[in-house]
């Protein structure tokens, strides 16, 4: 196996050289330099030429660093760090071959997430997108009984396709707000709050019995797609729909027949298949409230998903393996 313990070549200043790919936070920037001499992207030219020199370099999701762009990268090169908890975005494979180690965030923006599925929830359940554009439009005539109703969250059923650690901090919450929580995953969860909801092994059978379908899974050849024309049918007519997962998890025009039906009352989703470009249907929809991928977008979380990717580069440092490498 790979040695990283020669990671901190070290500069005349005598910290880790580290490359950003992105400009973050002011709080993280701050951070990032009192710790390494850091070098931000310039925007111009692939991301193998502006590594440069650097011995560990901080990337996002956008970044491509599949095989043939690990390929060229600097032979200096000894760490990936993603500021995320997906890595789709990068070939492990071709990373732990070429030597370098590849860390992720996991956890820290388990928190953050599971209150942005909350928000979505609430906002499909409050019809958000239509009370915004009624209040803002100058149409809104003042109260009246059947102003947008909508439905509570109390006494419903949420079913999370993939409770992990995110899935897990969004359960907790709803069953503080009355929902039973059910899930479905390949195998019982093994967190110890898990076994406080109901494992449901069969898809269709968990489907079922749902008024609201989270998914929280991540992106995988057995989850790419999952809900579609076959799996909607499954859930009863009036279900919604909050995807905090991957975009790829869906297939649009599934699910868009499905709103402008009224089988789906509607939907809360934060992540898109081809962000930033998605479907524009999903906009001309009154029962879509949707957010521009902002599930981690607090600072608590910003900052420390920084802190768990420069606590690993120390820890690979010591010669020691840190929890959240993978490969």
């Known amino acids: 196996m790979p040695k990283h313990d020669d990671l ?19 709080s993280v920037r701050q951070l990032l330099e009192q710790r390494c001499e850091v070098r931000f ?36 090169l000894r760490a990936i760090a993603t500021y995320s908890v997906g890595y789709e975005h990068i070939d492990v494979a071709a990373a732990t071959a070429r030597g370098i180690a590849v860390l992720t965030t996991p956890d820290v923006l388990s928190p953050a997430v599971a209150e942005n599925a909350l928000f979505l929830l609430l906002g499909v359940a409050r019809r958000a997108t239509e009370s915004i554009e009624l209040v803002r439009s100058g149409r809104w005539s003042g109260w009246t009984p059947t102003q947008l109703i909508g439905f509570e969250l109390r ?8 409770m992990g650690r995110i899935g897990g901090e969004v359960a907790r919450r709803a069953s503080a707000l009355g929902m039973t929580v059910c899930y479905h995953n390949r195998h019982p969860a093994t967190a110890p709050n898990a ?20 998914l ?31 975009g790829d998890l869906v297939v649009d025009d ?3 027949s ?20 998605l479907d524009p249907r999903y906009l001309e929809l009154p029962n879509v409230f949707a957010l521009p991928h902002i599930g981690s977008s607090t600072i608590e979380a910003r900052t420390s998903m920084a802190e768990i990717l420069l606590d690993g580069l120390d820890a690979i440092d010591r010669g020691e393996r840190p929890a959240n490498q993978i490969g």
């Open 258 to 277: 499905a709103l402008q039906s009224r089988h789906l009352r509607g939907a809360g989703l934060d992540v898109f298949n081809n962000e930033p470009a």
């Open 195 to 214: 076994r406080a909801y109901r494992f449901e092994p069969d898809l269709y059978e968990f489907l079922g019995s749902l008024d609201v379908l989270l």
């Open 8 to 26: 901190t070549k070290q500069s005349r200043t005598g910290r880790r050289q580290l490359y950003c790919s992105f400009q973050p936070p002011e």
């Open 254 to 256: 599934a699910v868009i």
């Open 41 to 76: 992207a310039s925007g111009k030219g692939p991301i193998a030429h502006q590594i440069g020199d650097a011995e560990a370099a901080m990337v996002v999701v956008t970044d491509d660093l599949s095989a043939p762009v690990i390929i060229d990268l600097p032979a200096s």
């Open 216 to 246: 929280a899974a991540p992106s995988t050849d057995e989850t790419r797609g999952i809900i579609n024309s076959d799996t909607l049918a499954q859930l009863k007519p009036g279900a919604s729909l909050i995807n905090i997962g991957r």
């Open 155 to 162: 006494g419903k059923t949420l079913g999370i396709l993939g």
